[in-house]
């Protein structure tokens, strides 16, 4: 079981960028899927972006372009870039660490097994 913790999240304007990044302890980082998802008030949880273990990465339509997300097995870490930050892209952001195993997708919240508690990102307009 990975134990993920997210930083990097605040206030920031509309045009801004930012960097959020995830901590993992336990488990073995490198198999993982590791994703990130963001949830609006009022609104269900939605995929951002995930990258595998060979760091294929996948992005949601709605931030393609604007997102880069990279992992690094040394230091156990994911970050998610964002660029052009909008209003809409206000959201508590959650870490996620999906096993690997045939079948599983990289988008879904039900491919991801271990939750961080989130971290917040207001963009003001």
């Known amino acids: 079981q990975a134990l993920l913790a997210e930083s990097g999240g605040g206030l920031v304007r509309a045009g801004d960028s930012l960097t959020l990044s995830c901590k993992a302890s336990?488990?073995?980082?490198?198999?993982?899927?590791m994703g990130w998802f963001r949830q609006a008030p009022g609104k269900e949880r939605e995929f951002v972006s995930s990258?595998?273990?060979?760091?294929?990465?996948f992005y949601a339509d709605s931030v393609i372009g604007r997102v880069t997300i990279s992992r690094d097995n040394g230091k156990n870490t994911v970050d998610l870039q964002i660029d052009s930050l909008k209003p809409e892209d206000t959201a508590v952001y959650y870490c996620?660490?999906?096993?690997?195993?045939?079948?599983?997708?990289?988008?879904?919240?039900?491919?991801?097994?271990?939750w961080g508690a989130g971290t917040q990102v207001t963009v003001s307009s």
């Open positions: 996620a660490a999906g096993t690997v195993y045939y079948g599983r997708g990289y988008t879904s919240t039900d491919d991801f097994d271990d």
């Open positions: 336990g488990g073995t980082f490198s198999a993982y899927t």
């Open positions: 990258i595998s273990r060979s760091s294929n990465r």
